[in-house]
């Protein structure tokens, strides 16, 4: 591992000063990290001087040129040169951009997170990559988090893992979160049950029915889903002990016939014995250093180095209070790539302003935007795949 | 009824509907644009291309043109040709299937189903019911003899589509291939079935008439085929090839295009710009600049306020990558280029509007025939298509009768 320049160094310390003492020098600071990857990051800067943006002319944070995340599959995003690398996270999934090609068959849904994105035009496998000189500030940014949503009470858990180990997938950076949990909270106790893609249904109830502490569930939505059918074809009922949890990530992402989150919280408590004020979602993304968890409050939230702007695809401008919108991230912790991400993920900010008062900053996620929704009987490139 | 009577009459309906203040119209508008989320304007024009297609002289011509004598729809008649007496009877009983959110095929259909004399059963989309049950309103307000050979079956009920199936002759079927392969499944084997499923049609403007003096209007032509049904049909341009070293440079005319589009949707309405659209339309951009950035040549221009249209310049388009009011221009040097991208679509291709010069308009319209394309018309009449076109490349009446010959 090469060692990092004094600059990036000391930019590190203060964004980990940031993390673990938060202050209202977000704007600053922000400022400072913005100038760091205008000057280090070739793409970001050519980006930037193409949206007419850089260092010393803006006047708030919010006007950070935000990289959209295809940009993560057609560029390289660093700070750094890239031999330099000491991890890089991987997107899952197919993206469809205009040009031409062959047909590929779309690919196989990989546990990791991020844009799975279907577009017209041609399939062409990519995906998107996230390049990493330093894991400091990734892992400090789960930590406080993770502890806050999922462990605010209590220790003394044991932890299940519906998600494959990072050794297993290595460029995903949900398994590196689950191992960085496992790690500092599990004493490297917890137990994955995603091995080599498969799932261990039978396993996992077997060793939750014989659970005597706590137990600590973390699965994707997906893997979670496939669980409680499980359990619901072999008439198992788990009554796990009190005070257990679950974490779950990631969505449908159209694999399988979606099923409402209460209507999944109503299962889980049915058949796991969690009750839904003891389930919390995670939302995170490849292109990200940070999450947002979204528990009982009914709102997404994310730590203090992480800003969300909802932005009204109409005008390209803020959305107003309780309109959906794209979602615009600013993380703090992103310092090595773009610390402005333009996802794909639509989202609102409540309505209600006294619930957004109330929890400071949050909103709803609503997941991907369906495409072509108005669609007669032109072919389509889905159509044409299966002709 | 003889034929004659029936189409007088249909056409007479047709004047009717053309008139703007007809009440079942004006019905039919607000239902297309509170449930097919077109706009006013378009549905009016979707309306005006419909009718003036369904008046008496034009339901004739389709009848000439498919029978040559329409009478042998009513009696035997003697055929010029062998001199054998002759009589067409259309199928018993017809069940039409459509699916979709393009209106206009579905009364169409009906209208050829009254022309044979056939009983008429017809089954929507419940996504999206279209104004059938609209246009089948005023017929028994206006022509109640030709109505009651006309039966809606409801949009969700499965069963009664499959027992109808079961009893009918002629099965007519609009949707994508999944639907229509369910539906031949079903399709007694004396029965006959006619599927049409999506297609894809585009534009192909040669350096001769991309001149000067003649881009602005061409380009406004195009930007009316882009709007009027809102480029959802099969119909509708989703590519549009421009040659190369004409007057006026492929992006050049994009340019123009852009201008005129944003005039055309301003003069008249656009669909609701969505945020769901204005998000598929921001993703396309996002990756146009990411190629931009990887330097590529490639622009686009987006419409104000965004999420109406957006035209993108793009060598490497596909002749699918359009649609969702999306259009791409690809500029190409030699037509075998074109010839080359249409290809893996062979099958699929629709509608045409070549813009060309004499004789190479006539060389390039064989090649494109010979590809499979079945219709070939001008720029801005790409959603007017006359009723004695060869929908998806077939007869429209001859298909549907059987003969009876007369050896006297």
């Known amino acids: 591992m090469r060692p990092l320049d004094t600059e990036t160094k000391k930019l590190d310390r203060e964004i980990l000063g940031f993390i673990r003492e938060p202050d209202n020098q977000f704007q600053s600071l922000a400022f400072k990290i913005f100038e760091y990857q205008f000057n280090r990051n070739e793409n970001y800067r050519k980006f930037c001087l193409m949206e007419k943006r850089q260092p010393g002319n803006l006047k708030s944070w919010k006007e950070i040129p935000a990289m959209p995340t295809v940009g993560f599959k057609e560029l390289i995003l660093s700070t750094f040169p890239i031999r330099n690398a000491v991890k890089t996270f991987k997107t899952s999934g197919t993206t469809m951009p205009a040009g031409p090609c062959l047909p590929v068959r779309q690919g196989q849904a990989r546990e990791t997170r991020g844009a799975t994105v279907i577009r017209r035009g041609c399939p062409v496998e990519s995906r998107g990559v996230h390049f990493f000189d330093t894991l400091k500030l990734y892992e400090a940014a789960i930590v406080p988090c993770f502890k806050k949503h999922l462990m605010p009470d209590s220790r003394g858990f044991s932890f299940f893992y519906l998600i494959s180990s990072p050794e297993e997938s290595p460029h995903s950076s949900l398994s590196y979160m689950v191992g960085v949990v496992n790690k500092v909270f599990a004493k490297n106790r917890g137990r994955y049950y995603v091995k080599n893609s498969k799932i261990l249904y039978a396993a996992l109830a077997k060793d939750l029915a014989r659970c005597r502490k706590k137990a600590l569930i973390l699965s994707t939505t997906f893997s979670l889903k496939g669980f409680l059918d499980f359990l619901n074809s072999n008439k198992i009922t788990l009554n796990l002990p009190k005070g257990s949890r679950l974490m779950e990530t990631g969505g449908f992402k159209g694999r399988v016939k979606e099923v409402s989150k209460s209507e999944l919280y109503t299962e889980c408590e049915k058949r796991l014995g969690i009750s839904k004020n003891f389930i919390v979602s995670e939302y995170g993304m490849t292109e990200l250093s940070s999450q947002f968890y979204h528990g009982a409050s009914g709102v997404m939230t994310g730590p203090p180095w992480i800003k969300t702007l909802v932005m009204d695809p109409r005008t390209g401008r803020e959305a107003k209070k309780g309109s959906v919108g794209i979602l615009r991230h600013f993380d703090l912790a992103n310092r090595g790539s773009v610390l402005a991400v333009q996802t794909e993920d639509l989202g609102r900010l409540p309505a209600d302003a006294s619930v957004a008062g109330v929890l400071g900053e949050g909103f709803q996620l609503l997941g991907r935007a369906k495409d072509a929704e108005l669609r007669g009987c032109s072919l389509s490139y889905e159509e044409f795949l299966n002709s | ?408």
Not at chain 2, 192 to 214: A, C, I
């Open chain 2, 1 to 408: 009824m003889t034929v004659d009577s029936i189409a007088r009459t249909l056409g007479n309906l047709s004047l009717r509907w053309l008139d703007k203040n007809f009440p079942y119209r004006k019905k039919a508008i607000r239902r297309l644009v509170r449930e097919s989320h077109f706009s006013v304007e378009m549905a009016k024009a979707m309306l005006d291309a419909l009718f003036k297609e369904l008046t008496y002289p034009k339901l004739m011509q389709l009848l000439k043109s498919e029978f040559r004598d329409p009478r042998v729809l009513d009696e035997f008649r003697k055929d010029p040709v062998s001199g054998r007496w002759v009589r067409a009877q259309g199928p018993k009983r017809i069940t039409h299937i459509f699916s979709g959110n393009v209106p206009n095929p579905s009364t169409v259909s009906f209208v050829l189903g009254m022309l044979v004399k056939s009983i008429n059963v017809g089954k929507v989309s419940s996504e999206d019911e279209g104004f059938l049950d609209i246009y089948l309103e005023s017929l028994r307000r206006y022509a109640k003899k030709l109505a009651i050979a006309n039966f809606l079956l409801k949009p969700s009920d499965k069963k009664s589509t499959i027992a109808s199936i079961r009893q009918s002759d002629l099965v007519v079927a609009y949707g994508n291939n999944e639907t229509l392969n369910e539906l031949r499944k079903e399709i007694p084997a004396a029965a006959h079935f006619v599927g049409y499923g999506h297609r894809v049609s585009f534009g192909l403007y040669t350096q001769e008439v991309l001149k000067k003096k003649n881009v602005e209007k061409l380009a406004e032509k195009t930007a009316r085929d882009l709007w009027m049904v809102d480029q959802r049909g099969c119909l509708s341009p989703l590519t549009i090839f421009l040659e190369e070293k004409g007057e006026t440079a492929p992006l050049d005319f994009a340019e123009v295009l852009a201008k005129n589009l944003q005039r055309f949707f301003s003069t008249r309405s656009p669909a609701p710009a969505t945020y769901v659209r204005a998000v598929a339309h921001q993703t396309l951009i996002n990756q146009c600049r990411m190629r931009q950035l990887k330097g590529e040549k490639i622009s686009f221009w987006r419409s104000d306020p965004r999420g109406q249209w957006l035209v993108v310049y793009d060598k490497r388009a596909s002749l699918l990558s359009g649609g969702n009011q999306v259009a791409y221009l690809k500029p190409f040097r030699k037509i075998r280029e074109v010839l080359k991208a249409l290809r893996p679509f062979e099958k699929h291709l629709q509608a045409v509007s070549l813009e060309a010069m004499g004789t190479r308009r006539v060389k390039i319209a064989g090649d494109l025939a010979k590809m499979g394309v079945n219709r070939i018309c001008r720029a801005g009449q790409m959603q007017n298509p006359p009723l004695t076109w060869h929908h998806d490349g077939r007869p429209n009446l001859s298909e549907w009768v059987t003969w009876t010959d007369f050896e006297k």
